[in-house]
């Protein structure tokens, strides 16, 4: 059975800097191209930054040159760097492996920017 578990969520000031964590368990990580997404309140789930099997990254406008993701097939985690948070980048922020037709989701965790 495909665990996907997110960490590292919490509160953090304008400006201020957060990484969130992701572990896969359950099948051979290494296959799957993994994302971050995030919903915010009223709004839709959008993908704000992915890594492919080979580590090619790619990222959503609004988040290009703040966020970084990483993957570290040897541990099975994918982590998300977040510097110079915005109020904006509020939201639960959910992790996403996918291969093929399969995809898997965890249950999020939430980010919250505030002063």
């Known amino acids: 059975q495909v665990q996907v578990v997110e960490s590292g969520g919490g509160l953090v000031q304008p400006g201020g800097s957060l990484k969130i964590s992701c572990t896969v368990s359950?099948?051979?990580?290494?296959?799957?191209?993994m994302g971050w997404y995030r919903q915010a309140p009223g709004k839709q789930r959008e993908l704000v930054a992915g890594?492919?099997?080979?580590?090619?990254?790619v990222y959503t406008n609004s988040v290009k040159g703040r966020f970084t993701i990483s993957r570290d097939n040897a541990k099975n985690t994918v982590d998300l760097q977040m510097n110079s948070l915005k109020l904006e980048d509020t939201a639960v922020y959910y992790c996403?492996?996918?291969?093929?037709?399969?995809?898997?989701w965890g249950q999020g965790t939430q980010v919250s920017v505030s002063s």
């Open positions: 359950g099948t051979i990580f290494s296959m799957y191209a």
């Open positions: 890594i492919s099997s080979d580590g090619s990254a």
């Open positions: 996403n492996a996918r291969r093929d037709e399969y995809t898997y």
